[in-house]
C-alpha cells in the first residue's frame, strides 16, 4: 500500500466532503485553528490542505484525524467497522522492513542549517506557550533492550534547533528516559511528522513495554512498515514520510514549557521539561508538514480511537459478552466512557465497569447499556438512564481514584472521583417497550413522502 500521507490525502480527494483545499495564505498562529474550528461548527468537518501559510514554504495539513469516518477509510473499512477492525488489526504484528532509501531523505538540514522556523509550526490557543508541534510521532530505544519505542508528545518550539517535549508520567517514554537519565547518557529521538494516519494509531497503540509500535503499524497496514535509518541518531524512521527532526534529550536540563491547550479543553499548565537539541531535519522535496488539531476534536478522536481497542480487550477477560466500547467527543474520548453488553447475569455490569477504571485511569464515568442501546448516540444513552436505572442500586462511586492529571477536577495531582453507572435491564424481567407491527414494511417512498 501507498504508506504515505499524500496517498491518503488523494483517497480522501475522492470521497466527498472530505477535504477542503485553501490557496489563500493563512497565519500559523490562530487563524488556522480558527478557519477549523469555524467550518466544524458549520457542518464542514473536512481534513485540511493550506497550500500558503505565512513563514514558510511548505503547505500544511490539518484535521485527519477529526472524524471516525475518516478514521475507517484509513482502514479501508465503513465507520461501523472501525472499532472491532482495529482491534483485529492492531494484534497482528508484523516486523518492519528497511530498505536502502526513502523520500523522506531527499533533503537534508544539518548542524547550521537546522532552523525550525522553516516550518509552519501552528500556535492554535490563545494561552499556548508557543508555537507546538503536535502532529509529530518520536521514536527512541529502550538503552538496555535496544527494542524501539513510539508515541506522540507536544513539542513546543524554542527558537531555531530546540523543542521542549513533555513525556506524562505513565506514558513509556517516562519510562525509557529514566533510564538514560540513570546511565547519565543522552537519550537520541527522531520525530517523524506527516505518515499515512495508519502510522499514527499504530504508534498511539496501548501495547506493553517491550513491543515495538512499528509491528503494530505494520499490523494495521497489512505490510511491513518500510524504514530508513536516520542520518545522525541510531533510529529508524518511514521511508515515505514527510519530514523527520533527528536530535538528542540531554537527560540534566529542564526549560519552562507550556502551558498547552490539552484535549479536555483545558490548558494544561506550565512545567518544567526537557529540552530536544536537533541536529538534522531531513524531508522531501515537497512536504507538507502535519499539524493535529489539539484541544479540539482532532486530538479527542486520535487518541481516544486505540484507547477503545485496550479497554475492549482489557474488559473482555472480566466480561466475555462486551459487545462494543465508546467514549464520545462530549467527554474528551477519555473521560466518559459507554459499554454494551450482553448481560448474562446480575452484576456482571458492575464487573465489566470496574475492569475499565482498572484498565484506564483516565476513565471517569462509566455507563454500562444492554446491547439493544446504541452505545455511539448519546440520546440512546440518555434514554437509558431515563429508563432503565436504579440509581439507589446500580450507580457506585468511587472517590479519589487514581485519574489524569489533565482532569480540571482532579485534586491532589491526579486524584478523581470515579463514577460507575449499571444502566442494564434487571435480568428478572423488565416493562414492555412499545413497538408498531409492520413499520419495516412501510415503504415512503409508495406514499410521495420520500
Ligand atoms: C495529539 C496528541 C498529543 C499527545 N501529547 C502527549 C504529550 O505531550 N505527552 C505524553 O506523554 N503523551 C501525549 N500523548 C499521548 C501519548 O502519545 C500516548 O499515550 C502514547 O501511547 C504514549 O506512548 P508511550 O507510552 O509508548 O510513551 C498525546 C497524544 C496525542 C494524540
Request: charged share 25%; proline share 6%.
Amino acid at each position: 500500500m501507498d504508506q504515505s500521507l499524500r496517498g491518503f490525502l488523494n483517497t480522501l480527494k475522492n470521497e466527498s466532503g472530505e477535504l477542503i483545499i485553501v490557496d489563500r495564505e493563512v497565519n500559523p498562529v490562530f487563524e488556522i485553528p480558527g478557519i477549523i474550528e469555524k467550518c466544524i461548527s458549520h457542518d464542514k468537518n473536512a481534513a485540511f490542505i493550506f497550500n500558503k501559510v505565512t513563514g514558510s514554504s511548505l503547505p500544511l495539513v490539518s484535521n485527519i484525524f477529526a472524524s471516525r469516518k475518516r478514521i475507517a477509510l484509513a482502514l479501508g473499512v465503513k465507520e461501523e467497522e472501525l472499532n472491532a477492525t482495529f482491534r483485529m488489526r492492531e494484534d497482528k504484528r508484523l516486523k518492519p522492513e528497511m530498505v536502502s532509501s526513502g523520500s523522506v531523505q531527499e533533503v537534508l538540514w544539518e548542524g547550521e542549517e537546522v532552523d525550525l522556523s522553516m516550518l509552519p509550526i501552528v500556535t492554535h490557543h490563545e494561552k499556548d506557550g508557543g508555537p507546538y508541534i503536535t502532529g509529530g510521532v518520536m521514536v527512541m530505544k529502550d538503552p538496555e533492550t535496544g527494542i524501539r519505542n513510539a508515541g506522540m508528545y507536544r513539542h513546543q518550539q524554542k527558537g531555531k534547533n530546540r523543542l521542549g517535549v513533555h513525556f506524562a508520567e505513565v506514558s513509556h517514554s517516562h519510562y525509557i528516559f529514566g533510564k538514560y537519565k540513570k546511565l547519565k547518557r543522552p537519550m537520541p529521538v527522531a520525530i517523524t511528522i506527516g505518515a499515512h494516519p495508519l502510522f499514527y494509531l499504530g504508534c498511539l497503540s496501548f501495547v506493553p513495554i517491550g513491543i515495538d509500535e512499528y509491528e503494530v503499524v505494520g499490523g494495521l497496514m497489512g505490510e511491513p512498515l518500510r524504514l530508513v535509518k536516520a542520518k545522525t541518531v541510531d533510529l529508524e524512521v518511514p521511508a515515505e514520510a514527510e519530514i523527520v527532526i533527528e536530535g538528542e534529550i540531554d537527560p540534566y536540563y529542564e526549560e519552562r514549557e507550556g502551558p498547552f491547550g490539552e484535549f479536555t479543553r483545558v490548558y494544561g499548565r506550565e512545567m518544567m521539561n526537557p529540552i530536544v537539541s536537533v541536529k538534522a531535519i531531513t524531508l522531501r522535496r515537497d512536504a507538507y508538514y502535519q499539524d493535529v488539531f489539539s484541544g479540539a476534536l482532532e486530538q479527542q478522536l486520535l487518541g481516544g480511537t486505540p484507547r477503545l481497542s485496550y479497554i475492549y480487550k482489557m474488559v473482555r477477560t472480566a466480561c466475555p459478552t462486551i459487545c462494543d466500547v465508546y467514549m464520545p467527543p462530549s467527554g474528551n474520548c477519555r473521560f466518559i466512557c459507554y459499554l454494551a453488553i450482553t448481560k448474562r447475569l446480575e452484576g456482571e455490569a458492575k464487573n465489566a465497569i470496574c475492569a475499565v477504571f482498572a484498565t484506564d485511569p483516565f476513565v471517569k464515568y462509566v455507563v454500562a447499556v444492554d446491547d439493544d442501546v446504541n452505545i455511539f448516540d448519546n440520546d440512546a444513552i440518555l434514554r437509558a438512564l431515563a429508563n432503565r436505572l436504579v440509581p439507589k442500586d446500580n450507580v457506585f462511586l468511587v472517590p479519589e481514584a487514581k485519574g489524569s492529571p489533565l482532569d480540571p477536577t482532579a485534586v491532589k495531582g491526579f486524584l478523581v472521583t470515579k463514577i460507575g453507572i449499571d444502566a442494564t435491564k434487571p435480568l428478572s424481567g423488565f416493562r414492555e417497550e412499545v413497538g408498531i407491527p409492520g413499520i419495516e414494511e412501510i415503504d415512503l417512498s409508495l406514499l410521495g413522502i420520500l
